[in-house]
């Protein structure tokens, strides 16, 4: 009985940081969705959004989702005691394209967002493959122990899939409207990108060093 309290111990001190890291990344997306769904509410709510020219309902999603990610950063370093390199390259993009969004008003460049993270992603992982450096390990390198093929083809992969993430968004909010866009973006984008890492626990299996156990595969590299 001592030896699996403590084998449950162990196991939730392994998977309370990843639950957090989850819930941390996620919270910001529910916000932005939530202040979408109920934009024009919230217009009717605070009449300066009208004044001032913003009555789309993604203007107050998009200030609501740069709080929202200030947030995320500050409960990472209150909770988790470190801000991983990727979240806060997001934050920064976020906050950018959301000030470009108000300063413009216009809303494209908060749906082009997701584009230029995801392309600044892949463009920057498979960079640096062309120069030999798979940088994936810099992200996970005290975490995770691979063999050198084993971080290249992470590194690969993972550069692809952000690829086709920012192309996908692209012909989404270009083809499909606002409403469809918002709902892919904060629901089918985790949901495909936590199933993508899922997906390369093989990865993690068959080019660990056979004499170090590897733990359970992170929800994405953006953690």
Do not use: C
Not at 103 to 129: C, R
């Amino acid at each position: 009985m001592a030896n699996d309290k403590a084998a449950d111990d162990i196991s939730w001190a392994e998977l309370k940081p990843q639950l957090l890291k989850l819930a941390i990344e996620l919270g910001p997306l529910v916000i932005f969705y939530l202040g979408f769904t109920f934009g024009n509410r919230i217009i009717a709510a605070f009449p300066q959004f009208t004044a001032w020219g913003f009555d789309d309902p993604l203007y107050p999603a998009t200030l609501l989702f740069m709080l929202a990610m200030v947030v995320s950063l500050a409960l990472s370093w209150a909770l988790l005691h470190r801000i991983a390199v990727m979240p806060m390259v997001t934050a920064i993009v976020v906050l950018v394209f959301g000030a470009l969004t108000f300063y413009f008003h216009d809303t494209t460049f908060a749906k082009m967002k997701p584009t230029v993270i995801n392309a600044l992603f892949g463009v920057v992982l498979l960079g640096g493959l062309v120069f030999g450096q798979s940088l994936l390990r810099y992200v996970f390198g005290e975490v995770y122990k691979l063999k050198p093929a084993g971080w290249t083809i992470l590194t690969l992969r993972w550069g692809i899939f952000f690829i086709v993430l920012a192309v996908a968004n692209e012909l989404v909010w270009r083809l499909l409207g606002d409403n469809l866009w918002a709902t892919y973006k904060t629901f089918v984008t985790p949901v495909v990108t936590i199933a993508f890492a899922a997906l390369q626990l093989p990865v993690l299996t068959k080019y660990a060093p056979t004499d170090e156990p590897q733990p359970t595969p992170p929800i994405d590299p953006t953690a």
